[in-house]
Nanobody
Framework: QVQLQESGPGLVKPSQTLSLTCTVS??????????WNWIRQPPGRGQEYVGC???????EYGPSLTSRTSISRDTSKNQFTLQLTSVTPEDTAVYYC?????????????WGQGTQVTVSS
């Protein structure tokens, strides 16, 4: 019954900031022991862990993206957000928000449908 929905611009210019929001319905994002992830999948490639925010608000980022990534939340709106700065065409991917028992790609039981983000001039 819990549903996740990504939203945000589908086209971003190089050097700009990619901003996405995940809206969670059916349950609070503050639920104990739930971790909320951003995961992306470039065309023809596997999933890549972008980062996560925990039920208590602690954050963690993927090693290659830590300098450019920020994840935050708004508990009043039951949303968590992704900001990825200084984007390049290599950031083009389908971006998913997901929830589960840990940070990472492998233990998420709740998934959004994904949203295509293209970085192009």
């Amino acid at each position: 019954q819990v549903q996740l929905q990504e939203s945000g611009p589908g086209l971003v210019k190089p050097s700009q900031t990619l901003s996405l929001t995940c809206t969670v319905s059916g349950g609070p994002i503050t639920t104990k022991n739930l971790y909320w992830n951003w995961i992306r999948q470039p065309p023809g490639r596997g999933q890549e862990y972008v980062g996560c925010i925990s039920h208590s608000g602690f954050t963690e980022y993927g090693p290659s993206l830590t300098s450019r990534t920020s994840i935050s939340r708004d508990t009043s709106k039951n949303q968590f957000t992704l900001q990825l700065t200084s984007v390049t065409p290599e950031d083009t991917a389908v971006y998913y928000c997901a929830g589960g028992r840990s940070c990472g790609t492998g233990e998420n039981h709740l998934w959004g449908q994904g949203t295509q983000v293209t970085v192009s001039s």
